[in-house]
T-cell receptor
Framework: EAQVTQNPRYLITVTGKKLTVTCSQN?????MSWYRQDPGLGLRQIYY???????DKGDVPEGYKVSRKEKRNFPLILESPSPNQTSLYFC?????????????FGPGTRLTVT | AQSVTQLDSHVSVSEGTPVLLRCNYS??????LFWYVQHPNKGLQLLLK??????LVKGINGFEAEFKKSETSFHLTKPSAHMSDAAEYFC????????????FGTGTRLTIIP
């Protein structure tokens, strides 16, 4: 089954404790992206990657890191989480973005930072 | 720059009556436009997309949207609401070339009254 998987689905952590949210897709997509969803703000892009070893900042990259060492994986790293990073996070993948290709979304990771 | 405005944060309709969710966009170039749906505690699913072909686009579950360039609008409609349509809906814009970025609207929560 074609899918995007994220782990963990739920995470409660404390300020300053490094964490990684994994994302993997099995569709051989080149394009992957991370979003955060906050009430009243819709989805905002954190980082995206157009291929292996190619990443770029989205709209809200502060406090986050990413890497793309393999085509299928795109982990999101919070080196020192803070309470304002409490949010619902989505990973997505696509063949391309330009030209109207659909993005496939993971199920989401709900992160709480206390 | 591109932007998306969803004109209603919350819409309530009675079961069996028409649904209208409004979306206006701003884009310097020819856009691709999408509607995604998010059911409670789920990821995002593509409803339909416009990519410069037919201006009236049909999607899943009886939804459709019409691209009106003169009004810079891409409103989502359904003739008869069903209880299972209760969800949050996002209008999304991207360029047709070059920029690999999606811009999300802030979402419209659709409530169906029995």
């Amino acid at each position: 089954e074609a899918q995007v998987t994220q782990n963990p689905r739920y995470l409660i952590t404390v300020t300053g404790k490094k964490l990684t949210v994994t994302c993997s897709q099995n569709m051989n997509h080149e394009y992957m992206s991370w979003y955060r969803q906050d009430p009243g703000l819709g989805l905002r892009q954190i980082y995206y990657s157009m291929n292996v070893e190619v990443t770029d900042k989205g709209d809200v990259p502060e406090g986050y890191k990413v890497s793309r060492k393999e085509k299928r994986n795109f982990p999101l790293i919070l080196e020192s989480p803070s309470p304002n990073q409490t949010s619902l996070y989505f990973c997505a993948s696509s063949t391309r973005l330009a030209g109207g290709y659909e993005q496939y979304f993971g199920p989401g990771t709900r992160l709480t930072v206390t | 720059a591109q932007s998306v405005t969803q004109l209603d944060s919350h819409v309530s309709v009675s079961e069996g009556t028409p649904v209208l969710l409004r979306c206006n966009y701003s884009s310097s170039y020819s856009p691709s436009l999408f509607w995604y749906v998010q059911h409670p505690n789920k990821g995002l699913q593509l409803l339909l997309k416009y990519t410069s072909a037919a201006t009236l686009v049909k999607g899943i579950n009886g939804f459709e949207a019409e691209f009106k360039k003169s009004e810079t609008s891409f409103h989502l409609t359904k003739p008869s609401a069903h209880m299972s349509d209760a969800a949050e809906y996002f209008c999304v814009v991207s360029f047709n070339f070059g920029n690999e970025k999606l811009t999300f609207g802030t979402g419209t929560r659709l409530t169906i009254i029995p």
